[in-house]
T-cell receptor
Framework: SQTIHQWPATLVQPVGSPLSLECTVE??????LYWYRQAAGRGLQLLFY??????ISSEVPQNLSASRPQDRQFILSSKKLLLSDSGFYLC????????????FGSGTQLSVL | GQSLEQPSEVTAVEGAIVQINCTYQ??????LSWYQQHDGGAPTFLSY????GLEETGRFSSFLSRSDSYGYLLLQELQMKDSASYFC???????????FGQGTELSVKP
């Protein structure tokens, strides 16, 4: 069966520090991968999505970047965090042509202080 | 621009029926999904409609009208555990982009 792992669960970082969040998927190949951010009490904002290794689409201009070095690995990074980067970050995957059904990781609660 | 509109909150009593509406305006449309998210948790998939009509899955049903750019999620025989946020999402067929609404917080009272 397919599983998605996302870590860490919580993270507290000072302003200006770097960030690296990792997400891996098991049990499937060539998944579509996504990074979403959710502010408290708000909807999910799509940050990045990838349909293959090295293929990254960015949805909003921001202080973040994403990379997909392997088929089932998706990394969210920042060189210098801003206060506004705080939020709940969710990684998700879907089957190649099954975008209607996303499977989400357990999320990372990031607090930038 | 692209937008999805759904009510911010709904309250209902245990055993009742509740309908959560979603209207969308997107540059492309392939299908409408619904997700449930409990506090502090990850969203989980509930249903998907690509064609007009009603899809039923146990106590939950989802409806889509493509001509009206409108859909809804119907929850029957409400239980306390149904208290959560519910999100509609549109698959825009644009290279994998799935756009979410702002969510509806459902509170089920005894």
């Amino acid at each position: 069966s397919q599983t998605i792992h996302q870590w860490p669960a919580t993270l507290v970082q000072p302003v200006g520090s770097p960030l690296s969040l990792e997400c891996t998927v098991e049990g499937t190949s060539n998944p579509n991968l996504y990074w979403y951010r959710q502010a408290a009490g708000r909807g999910l904002q799509l940050l990045f999505y990838s349909v293959g290794i090295g293929q990254i689409s960015s949805e909003v201009p921001q202080n973040l970047s994403a990379s997909r070095p392997q088929d089932r690995q998706f990394i969210l990074s920042s060189k210098k965090l801003l206060l506004s980067d705080s939020g709940f970050y969710l990684c998700a995957w879907s089957a190649g042509q099954g975008r209607e059904k996303l499977f989400f990781g357990s999320g990372t609660q990031l607090s930038v202080l | 621009g692209q937008s999805l509109e759904q009510p911010s909150e709904v309250t209902a009593v245990e055993g009742a029926i509740v309908q959560i509406n979603c209207t969308y305006q997107t540059s492309g449309f392939y299908g409408l999904s619904w997700y449930q998210q409990h506090d502090g948790g990850a969203p989980t998939f509930l249903s998907y409609n690509a064609l007009d009509g009603l899809e039923e899955t146990g106590r939950f049903s989802s409806f889509l009208s493509r001509s009206d750019s409108y859909g809804y999620l119907l929850l029957q025989e409400l239980q306390m555990k149904d208290s959560a946020s519910y999100f509609c999402a549109v698959d825009t067929l644009q290279g994998g982009k799935l756009i979410f609404g702002q969510g509806t917080e459902l509170s089920v009272k005894p």
